[in-house]
């Protein structure tokens, strides 16, 4: 199979969305001639015209919202915001107006639309431009929440986001933009809820998301090494949230990491373990289970602050040999 | 004509060449690696930063943009504390944790920039309301781009300010884009200053690229909000010749546009001017620029020979004592 970008990935199940579905269209800030800050929609203005691809003022507000109205009429908006961080601005309208409009209108309507936005650390970006706030969003019902770890998920994960009836918050890693991977030609779907063991391993299950997953499946490499065999389970959709998976795996190891690079405290993370301990999985349990997550502060703009904020490759490994202790 | 004397005419043409030199140093200093992350570069627009700031006093304030590091400068900035907080080290004026986009100098009346478009609107009217609840009489400057004029917060702040008539100078620096979006696809109206109408306040185009155009149409405004008479909005048109930032292509618009706008180069101009009004030679300018020069070297030197933040402190700053 040929191989693509992540971002080739979500650029091609937009393409085939739109030339599926009349209805689908875009709209964001420098989405058109600039192809977005990341490159992302390169081309599409070309192909799509301006009706369908639509740039709009620095106004994330009225993007959100307006997605959320094209959306009860009858549209599938698939809306841009250009960095995760300024879907603060956004907030009433994706969290009071289009996450509650289905409910509060007694099931009677429907909001179809997909909110992309680009997360994450590690550009030097600094503070403003470099969150993951995922945990927010799970947090409003109404919403379902993805976050892509491969170039082959993002484009299945983006088809089925565009086709679901529900506001779908898609979030994506501005490192994982540039990593390529086998992507089929052919539109697909991959099922929202459904987790996907990325590794399959017996000593110890991590759960990654996003551009943890590689992290966490460079880590394993290394302690395969050490005769450590880790298992790695990538939710790939935090809201639905596939238990199943994610319980099977925990049955097996007996130990669990979490990683993601969220802030710690109430990062999803928190959801996660609370889910393995509430329930029959807790008396697999051979340790206590572990998060290790982002630090409660802000990205920092220096090099070694930045990386140092967030989980690395080899914190992953340090974590999953002190698992290892418990016998 | 221009009531200024020669020494802060001469004073405002070396914070001109300043920011200048400090801003093709920062490129270049990224373009050999030595800085990361992005920069937005204001050159081409350094009149509207010191003809802006220059009526200030010193302890007045300004809120600045991602485009900021000419109001840093011209607000009396250290520059290699500037220069410091590029290279993320620890004498950096955020200690390194902020870099380009986040420089502030809060005890010198930098309130700061911010990263997020539009988010030092509402900062500037909260100054403002803190001058007038003291009861002193110090003004804010609020900077932002013909962008950030679309945003919510921009028409929020404008009304606050005016019904509680707070001093403040609302100073719109129209470089023709925000990002790739020319100004002309994103708002209905021609000047975002025809917006101050929908606020009651005077709203004042101005050239931006003529420094003492913007000072004088400032110097109004700052004087009106001293005395009580609430806010103002300036209009400085002007450009950016460099791309939106690191990552610009520049797609949307042409070399011939460009071109034609460095014709107007602010620097040129006002030099021009200082010359024809016999106000300085041109071995004083040409003595004021390699001095401006200088400081940029100095403060390049002072940069390098930093220290790195150590990771022992990196939780530090979240919270107050
Ligand atoms: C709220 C928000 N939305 C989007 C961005 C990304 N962005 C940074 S600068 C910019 C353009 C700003 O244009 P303008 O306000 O005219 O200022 P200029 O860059 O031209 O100085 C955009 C879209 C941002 N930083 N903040």
């Not at chain 2, 707070?166 to 994103?186: A, D, I, R, T």
């Not at chain 2, 200053?193 to 109004?220: F, I």
């Amino acid at each position: 199979m040929r191989e693509i970008t992540y971002a080739e990935a979500i650029r091609e199940a937009l393409r085939q969305e739109m030339q599926r579905d009349p209805r689908v269209f875009l709209m964001g800030e420098d989405i058109g001639v600039y192809g977005g800050a990341f490159g992302v929609t390169l081309g599409l203005l070309e192909e799509f015209g301006s009706e369908r691809v639509r740039d709009t003022p620095i106004s994330e507000g009225v993007i959100a919202g307006a997605a959320a109205g094209a959306a009860l009429a009858g549209m599938r908006p698939v809306a841009e915001i250009m960095f995760m961080d300024f879907t603060t601005l956004a907030m009433e309208q994706i969290v009071n107006q289009a996450a509650k409009t289905r409910f509060m209108f007694g099931g009677k309507a429907q909001v179809p639309m997909v909110l992309r936005t680009p997360a994450g650390s590690g550009t030097g970006a600094a503070a403003q431009h470099s969150q993951s706030l995922e945990a927010w969003f799970v947090h409003a019902p109404g919403l379902k929440v993805v976050m892509p770890s491969t170039p082959y998920d993002a484009k299945g994960l983006l088809i089925s986001s565009i086709r679901d009836n529900n506001p779908v918050i898609f979030v994506e890693h501005k490192l994982l933009y540039r990593t390529t991977g086998p992507v089929p030609e052919e539109p697909y779907t991959i099922p929202l809820g459904v987790a996907d063991v990325k590794r399959e391993g017996v000593d110890i299950t991590i759960i990654a998301t996003s551009i943890m997953v590689t992290r966490a499946l460079a880590a394993a490499e290394t302690l395969a090494k050490e005769g450590i065999e880790v298992e790695v389970v990538d939710p790939r959709t935090l809201k639905p949230y596939d238990d199943e998976t994610v319980n099977r795996s925990v049955k097996k190891t007996g130990r669990v990491l979490i990683v993601h690079e969220a802030y710690k405290t109430n990062g999803f993370g928190a959801e996660i373990a609370a889910r393995i301990t509430e329930g029959e999985t807790f008396f697999h349990l051979v340790a206590p289970v572990k998060r290790l997550a982002g630090l409660d502060i802000p990205i920092p703009y220096n090099r070694t602050l930045e990386r140092h904020a967030v989980p690395q490759e080899e914190d992953i490994v340090r974590a999953a040999r002190e698992l290892m202790a418990y016998k | 004509m221009v009531d200024i004397s020669r020494e802060k005419l001469l004073d405002m043409l070396e914070k001109m060449y300043t920011i200048r030199y400090f801003e093709q140093k920062a490129d270049e200093l990224f373009g050999r690696g030595k800085i990361h992350g992005t920069m937005h570069l204001s050159v081409g627009q350094e009149a509207t930063a010191v003809g802006s700031i220059a009526p200030l006093r010193p302890n007045d304030y300004i809120a600045s943009t991602h485009r900021g590091h000419g109001h840093c400068i011209a607000k009396g900035a250290d520059v290699r504390r500037m220069m410091a907080e590029f290279l993320g080290k620890e004498t950096g004026y955020c200690r390194g944790r902020g870099g380009s986009m986040h420089i502030a100098d809060v005890e010198a009346g930098n309130l700061g920039a911010t990263g997020v478009v539009g988010g030092g609107i509402p900062t500037a009217v909260g100054a403002a309301l803190a001058s007038k609840l003291a009861g002193d009489d110090k003004v804010t400057i609020c900077f932002f781009g013909d962008g950030a004029a679309n945003l919510g917060i921009f028409h929020e702040g404008l009304n606050l300010a005016a019904i509680w008539q707070l001093p403040v100078v609302f100073v719109c620096e129209n470089n023709q884009y925000g990002m790739s979006m020319p100004v002309q696809k994103s708002m209905p109206v021609k000047d975002v200053a025809e917006r101050a109408a929908s606020y009651a306040m005077p709203g004042v185009v101005v050239d931006g690229n003529d420094v003492l155009q913007v000072y004088e149409a400032v110097s109004e405004a700052v004087q009106r909000a001293r005395e009580g008479k609430g806010p103002s909005l300036i209009e400085c048109k002007t450009y950016r010749w460099k791309g939106h930032s690191k990552s610009d292509q520049e797609r949307y618009r042409t070399r011939e546009e460009v071109e034609a706008w460095k014709k107007k180069d602010p620097i040129a101009r006002f030099q021009k001017w200082l010359l024809e009004k016999g106000i300085a030679t041109e071995e004083e300018i040409e003595a004021i620029s390699a001095r401006a020069r200088q400081i940029i070297e100095d403060a390049v030197a002072f940069a390098e020979t930093s220290p790195e933040p150590s990771p022992d402190t990196i939780m530090e700053g979240v919270y107050a004592e």
